[in-house]
């Protein structure tokens, strides 16, 4: 193989991992498939080693090594983008996409997302479903439903113009709050606190500590506790926002 070769194949296992990283994939997964693309391509082997904003690969070719950094920049959560790139290192397997193939595929990968109209309700509707089993009444699964929707408004609103993640969760949980708050200030519903409880569920940041416990089990404990951390920040962030809205409402009185 050709120092060219072995350039270009190191180039594309690279991008593969810095994607799966940037999209979430736990760091198992990110060596596993690394590895099975390179040897699927032609090299001897595939050393890597993951941080939780960067990554070292270093390929190895007839005693040839070549070592590429790559730096991470969380673009959140996406299950779409790490199955496509697992379909790729499988067919690439089977010989069925050699290097060319895969360049194309990879450089054509892009990040989708549900349109607005739909995501915003079902959200809604998913934390008053929450409500229901918590056993709230009508008024109070309404409430939580309303007040989940424009949550999630303001998350994403302040997502498309790029502000911190802290920041985001924040000001969403005191959005949230706020309009959850109306079943006390109003006496709407005999179960007032259970749509303060609900809509502010969909800010549980479910993923990234499910990923944090699998790396730190798995023996990846720098990506792991680093992973926690972000998620306890996360959390945290959103109980400043519930705490400050609860606050102005007179709940703390």
């Known amino acids: 193989m050709y120092a060219d070769t072995q350039n270009d194949i190191t180039r594309q296992v690279v991008r593969v991992a810095q994607l799966l990283l940037a999209y979430g994939a736990e760091s198992e997964l990110i060596e596993e498939i690394s ?12 050393e890597i080693s993951i941080s939780s904003n960067s990554l070292v690969l270093t390929s190895l070719v007839h005693g040839r090594c070549i070592t590429t950094t790559r730096r991470i920049r969380e673009h959140g959560i996406n ?22 193939e895969v360049r194309k595929r990879v450089s054509r990968i892009r990040p989708k997302s549900y349109p607005k109209r739909y995501l915003i309700p079902m959200i809604g509707l998913s934390c008053g479903s929450f409500c229901h089993l918590f056993g709230g009444d ?6 939580t439903i309303l007040a989940a929707s424009l949550g999630m408004f303001v998350r994403l609103a302040i997502a498309k113009r790029h502000f911190n ?12 709050t ?12 005999s179960t007032p606190k259970l749509p303060m409880a609900a809509s502010v569920l969909m800010l549980v940041p479910g993923f990234p500590m499910i990923n944090a ?14 992973r926690w951390g972000h998620a306890t920040l996360l959390t945290v962030s959103s109980v400043i926002g519930i705490t400050i809205a609860m606050q102005l409402g007179g709940l703390f009185l």
């Open 35 to 46: 590895q099975r693309l390179g040897l699927a391509l032609g090299l001897a082997s595939v």
């Open 79 to 100: 299950m779409t983008i790490i199955c496509e790139l697992q379909r790729i290192c499988l067919l690439t397997e089977k010989g069925i996409y050699g290097l060319n």
């Open 138 to 143: 009508m008024v109070a699964i309404i409430i």
């Open 165 to 176: 993640l802290l920041v985001n969760f924040a000001v969403t949980a005191f959005v949230t």
């Open 178 to 189: 706020l309009v959850a708050q109306m079943g006390y200030h109003f006496d709407l519903t």
């Open 213 to 226: 416990i699998s790396d730190m089990v798995k023996g990846h404990l720098n990506v792991g506790i680093s």
